[in-house]
Antibody, heavy 123, light 107 residues
Framework: EVQLVESGGGLVQPGGSLRLSCAAS????????MNWVRQAPGKGLEWVSY????????YYADSVKGRFTISRDNAKNSLYLQMNSLRAEDTAVYYC????????????????WGQGTMVTVSS | DIQLTQSPSFLSASVGDRVTITCRAS??????LAWYQQKPGKAPKLLIY???TLQSGVPSRFSGSGSGTEFTLTISSLQPEDFATYYC?????????FGQGTKVEIK
């Protein structure tokens, strides 16, 4: 079964750090680009970060640039998000999502999502 | 950044109704648009990619259309399990932004 399982969420004080992990199974992880997406309580979806299949290309949302670091270990089928200098507005459920690419036009979509891990930033 | 505006933000409908949700992009995105369904406490689920291609396993009552700046998601006959929040997402350029969501509730 194709699956993504996030872990590492929890309660952290403002200014603190947290490292999220996403374990992939059921597919060739090293062949896929991956993303982190978050959702604040009662709010919509916000894309956070992208990493290419090899890890050579990385993008961040402006809201997290300079504070968050995405990485992956293809040997361990794992995706990570290191979150530093956390703020109250980073409180959200964090999802990892696989990016699928379709056809000659290279259409894209996030076809597999994990169940999410909750991060709460509060004193 | 490309902005996506969904309308309506909230929709009340009955089982069997035909439902249409619109997503407008602030600039042209060709057909690089996906639709997702999210139920409370669950992860989003991909319904449609490339504006109109149904993801494997998604019921045929769901359909998508459009290109450029205007897109629609249609549910031909609303079923009880379809009551959820729906999001569009553009993947034409980074950041891959989402619409604000459309909540479909039971009338």
């Amino acid at each position: 079964e194709v699956q993504l399982v996030e872990s590492g969420g929890g309660l952290v004080q403002p200014g603190g750090s947290l490292r999220l992990s996403c374990a992939a199974s059921g597919f060739t992880f090293s062949s896929y680009e991956m993303n982190w997406v978050r959702q604040a309580p009662g709010k919509g979806l916000e894309w956070v970060s992208y990493i290419s299949s090899s890890g050579s290309t990385i993008y961040y949302a402006d809201s997290v640039k300079g504070r968050f670091t995405i990485s992956r270990d293809n040997a361990k089928n794992s995706l990570y998000l290191q979150m530093n200098s956390l703020r109250a507005e980073d409180t959200a459920v964090y999802y990892c999502a696989r990016e699928a690419i379709y056809g000659e036009d290279k259409e894209r979509a996030f076809d597999i999502w994990g169940q999410g891990t909750m991060v709460t930033v509060s004193s | 950044d490309i902005q996506l505006t969904q309308s309506p933000s909230f929709l009340s409908a009955s089982v069997g109704d035909r439902v249409t949700i619109t997503c407008r992009a602030s600039q042209g995105i060709s057909s690089y648009l996906a639709w997702y369904q999210q139920k409370p406490g669950k992860a989003p689920k991909l319904l449609i990619y490339a504006a109109s291609t149904l993801q494997s396993g998604v019921p045929s009552r769901f359909s998508g259309s459009g290109s450029g700046t205007e897109f629609t998601l249609t549910i031909s006959s609303l079923q009880p399990e379809d009551f959820a929040t729906y999001y569009c997402q553009q993947l034409n350029s980074y950041p891959p932004t989402f619409g604000q969501g459309t909540k479909v509730e039971i009338k």
